[in-house]
């Protein structure tokens, strides 16, 4: 299976900073990652699919970029609302789809 | 509005069984993919089986292939998970997923969850 390595494990900032966390495939996937957003006690969101493609109804904060084998996502400006934890999920084959181990993102 | 809505859970001994079932509205069952992705206590996202519109296509990770069964029935607008041989490394909270795929040579992302179904297995 294809692995997902996701980095950090948790950050914490201030709110309107530049938050950035990034995944890493362990082979080529193409376009074909997600991310998505756990609140606590909450199922997880989807946010941005195919790499860079935001879900109807996110913020514009939120986006994704990146191809292959390296990706990252970015909130432009941290608000309140965001503090979750954050997921990436590997797509490429119909089969052995993987999700990284996660990012909680926390105020500083 | 989509909506995922689990049922079945609960506490089992190891060794049993339990069927989770995911009632559906809001949208054409149908014509989308259909899954579960389970969640253990404190840790991360793990997916656990697929199954195509029509049912005839099924995928499972390594762990559950053997033991647990994904089914749907279009008619009812329902999916099930038949879990067998359950062991505590089972335990998690089980999330009754729709599948989108923008290409058939990919695989599928999950743009909508249920609210999540408990499975605790434990002597």
């Known amino acids: 299976d294809i692995q997902m390595t996701q980095s950090p494990s948790s950050l914490s900032a201030s709110v309107g900073d530049r938050v950035t966390i990034t995944c890493q495939a362990s082979?080529?996937?193409?376009?074909?990652l997600s991310w998505y957003q756990q609140s606590a006690g909450r199922a997880p969101k989807l946010l941005i699919y195919?790499?860079?493609v935001l879900e109807t109804g996110v913020p514009s904060r939120f986006s994704g970029s990146g191809s292959g084998t390296f990706f990252t996502f970015t909130i432009s400006s941290l608000q309140p609302e965001d503090v979750a934890t954050y997921y990436c999920?590997?797509?490429?084959?119909?089969?052995?789809?993987?999700f990284g181990g996660g990012t909680k993102v926390e105020i500083k | 509005e989509v909506q995922l809505m689990e049922s079945g859970g609960g506490l089992v001994q190891p060794g049993g069984s339990l069927r989770l079932s995911c009632a559906t509205s809001g949208f054409t069952f149908s014509m989308f993919w259909m899954g579960w992705v389970r969640q253990s206590p404190g840790k991360g996202l793990e997916w656990v089986a697929n199954?195509?519109?029509?049912?005839?296509?099924?995928y499972y990770v390594d762990s559950v292939k053997g033991r647990f069964t994904i089914s749907r029935d279009n008619a009812k607008k329902s999916l099930d998970l038949q879990m067998d041989s359950l062991g505590v490394e089972d335990t998690a909270v089980y999330y009754c997923?729709?599948?989108?795929?923008?290409?058939?040579?990919?695989?599928?992302?999950?743009?909508?969850w249920g609210q999540g179904n408990l499975v605790s297995v434990s002597s």
């Open positions: 082979q080529d996937i193409g376009k074909y």
């Open positions: 999920q590997q797509y490429d084959k119909i089969n052995g789809l993987t």
């Open positions: 199954i195509e519109k029509g049912g005839r296509e099924k």
């Open positions: 195919d790499a860079s």
């Open positions: 997923v729709r599948g989108f795929r923008d290409s058939d040579s990919s695989g599928v992302t999950f743009d909508h």
